[in-house]
């Protein structure tokens, strides 16, 4: 059971736009920044979104992110084939001093 | 060219002890946190340690603590996992990661491929 609650599955059609939620508590989206990692099928998990809603160099302007209270977002508009992966929410916990990921959601481009 | 190359994984009796290395490169290692975070194949990814550039600060998850040991020789640029009393829930692929901002935590900008650890009899 992850700190951090995501939705197993989302999917969407190439064009359109999806998001995905992040819920936690008080103690890690509630009180620090969330970042997002995209993980493609056999590699290792690429930064994404940091600070809520900054994108490091190189991940395009089609990923969005958002923090309201205890709760984020992850948006995906333009949907294409390529985003087909696996998404993970993480924000630092105070109680358990640690960093807490959500479960993952397998996004499905149909 | 910024890298991270993970070493050390294999298979293990339970009980046992294993040392994962992680090598770095491209980067002023020693002005940057580094971090250990594991993934059971086919499950999502689990924080394990984080080490603060000049050492001073050292976070453990809760099911490690007291087992592992992270470390790490910035003259080297490598950190270290020093993992004893492996158990089956051990077994996952251990990530060596970065940590992007240069004080409080702030996230895994830069990863490695990973190793992977199999504990079993």
């Known amino acids: 059971q992850s700190v951090l609650t995501q939705p197993p599955s989302a999917s969407g059609t190439p064009g359109q736009r999806v998001t995905i939620s992040c819920s936690g508590s008080?103690?890690?989206?509630?009180?620090?920044?969330v970042n997002w990692y995209q993980q493609l099928p056999g590699t290792a998990p690429k930064f994404l979104i940091y600070?809520?809603?900054l994108r490091p160099s190189g991940v395009p302007d089609r990923f969005s992110g958002s923090k309201s209270g205890t709760s984020a977002s992850l948006a995906i508009s333009g949907l294409q084939s390529e985003d087909e992966a696996d998404y993970y929410c993480?924000?630092?916990?105070?109680?358990?001093?640690?960093?807490?990921f959500g479960g993952g959601t397998k996004l499905t481009v149909l | 060219e910024v890298q991270l190359v993970e070493s050390g994984g294999s298979l293990v009796k339970p009980g046992g002890s294993l040392r994962l290395s992680c090598a770095a490169s491209?980067?002023?290692?020693?002005?940057?946190?580094m971090n250990w975070v594991r993934q059971v194949p086919g499950k999502g990814l689990e924080w394990v340690s984080t080490?603060?550039?000049?050492?001073?600060?050292?976070y453990y998850a809760d099911s490690v603590r007291g087992r592992f040991t992270i470390s790490r020789d910035n003259a080297k640029n490598s950190v270290d996992l020093q993992m004893n009393n492996l158990s089956a829930e051990d077994t996952a692929v251990y990530y060596c990661?970065?940590?992007?901002?240069?004080?409080?935590?702030?996230?895994?900008?830069?990863w490695g491929q990973g190793t992977t650890v199999t504990v079993s009899s």
């Open positions: 990661a970065r940590d992007h901002s240069l004080g409080v935590p702030g996230g895994f900008d830069v």
């Open positions: 491209g980067f002023a290692f020693s002005r940057y946190s």
């Open positions: 080490l603060s550039s000049n050492s001073y600060y050292i």
């Open positions: 008080s103690s890690n989206i509630g009180a620090n920044t």
């Open positions: 600070s809520n809603y």
């Open positions: 993480a924000a630092w916990d105070d109680s358990l001093n640690g960093w807490v």
